[in-house]
């Protein structure tokens, strides 16, 4: 018989963010965010230097974690551009982002 997997608080080794980062992306806070960013585009790529959903920069990107996923935050999965920005916000809250 195959193994459940936890239903909470999942592993990001597991190839998707945690629940407490879903809930946290998923909030309206969050989304609102990610709309006036990106339009909750997780693939944006402009041109101007801030790539997918959370418009992170290259710098922001690799110093939460983000070069474990992609070299880009537009070539990551959603899942891991949400643990990355969670990662940023447990640092420097809402900061980082204009639209916060």
């Known amino acids: 018989m195959a193994e459940a997997l936890p239903t909470a608080d999942v592993s990001t080794d597991a190839g998707f963010a945690s629940g407490d980062v879903a809930s946290w992306a998923s909030s309206a806070k969050a989304m609102s965010v990610k709309m006036c960013e990106s339009g909750n585009n ?38 891991a551009q949400d643990q990355v920005a969670y990662n940023y916000y447990q640092v420097a809250g809402w900061g980082p982002w204009e639209c916060a």
């Open 42 to 79: 997780y693939s944006t790529n402009t041109g101007n230097g801030y790539y997918g959903a959370w418009q992170f920069d290259i710098p922001s990107w690799i110093a939460n974690g983000g070069g474990a996923y992609a070299s880009r935050p537009d070539l990551a999965p959603s899942w």
